[in-house]
């Protein structure tokens, strides 16, 4: 399975709920923050409802 390096780089400031949570489901708790993550259906479904504020790179 492909592995992911996501980055919050743009504010859940002014962001619904949902957007919110979901950054938060993927562990996302501070501007700028990495993480690497698996790209199961689930993680990649989440990461494209809020591609607009994370960068996403493959490893």
Known sequence: M???KVT???S???RPARQKRTLVA???KKL???REMEGTPQ???MIDKVKHLL???EL
């Open 43 to 45: 993680i990649l479904g």
């Open 8 to 10: 919050q780089v743009r």
């Open 26 to 28: 993927l562990g996302f």
């Open 55 to 57: 960068k996403v790179e």
């Open 2 to 4: 492909k592995k992911y």
């Open 12 to 14: 859940a400031i002014n």
């Open 32 to 34: 700028n923050q990495t």
